[in-house]
């Protein structure tokens, strides 16, 4: 079972359209959870952390669901600029283990059209 | 204040040999690691080095080397370049915790021949 799922996508939205994605995490043990966007050829960049009390910033909105093992990412009013890979992040740390692990999801394109 | 940066940005090797990719984080920060994208396969974790010492590794073969040095700034090596390897291998740069944000660099492009 793959330890960090995201739906591949490419989700296709028109301007001003509400596209939420979901990732999904198989360890209960996972701590920490973060959004980033990857732009086609270039770097991946921090978007958002999320916390467990769920966090906004402008149009977009980060919630964790620990019971589901999930967090989602809701973009309100897409523009054009929106459109890119989105990269969840789960960092977990097994107790007693002494170390942690961070795991990127494969990503979900959203294409923004006009 | 300058980003991480890599180098070389493209490098083309044929198989069996050797690559050294070089990052610099950001200024302060202790951490670096290195990821391997491939196509379709997403951002893989290779590295982690902290403060001189690698702190954790991914689900790689020996031959994915690399090492810190005194001024933060580290290195990765891939010997026995196979063809796989090609993919694009970022670098990022953090405060120390695997839990802090990571910056990233532009990448090094890795085709193997």
Known sequence: RKEVE???GPFNVPEGA?????CTYSNSASQSFFWYRQDCRKE??????VYSSGNEDGRFTAQLNRASQYISLLIRDS???????YLCVVIESPMNSGYSTLTFGKGTMLLVSP | EAGVT???????KTRGQQATLRCSPISGH???YWYQQALGLGLQFLLWYDEGEERNR?????RFSGRQFPNYSSELNVNALELEDSALYLCASSFGHLQETQYFGPGTRLLVL
């Open chain 1, 79 to 85: 523009k054009l600029s929106d459109s890119a890979t």
């Open chain 1, 18 to 22: 509400t596209v939420a994605f979901n």
């Open chain 1, 6 to 8: 995201q739906d591949p």
């Open chain 2, 6 to 12: 890599q180098s070389p940005t493209h490098l083309i």
């Open chain 2, 58 to 62: 991914g689900n790689f073969p020996p």
């Open chain 2, 30 to 32: 202790t951490s670096v």
């Open chain 1, 44 to 49: 991946p960049k921090l978007l958002m952390s």
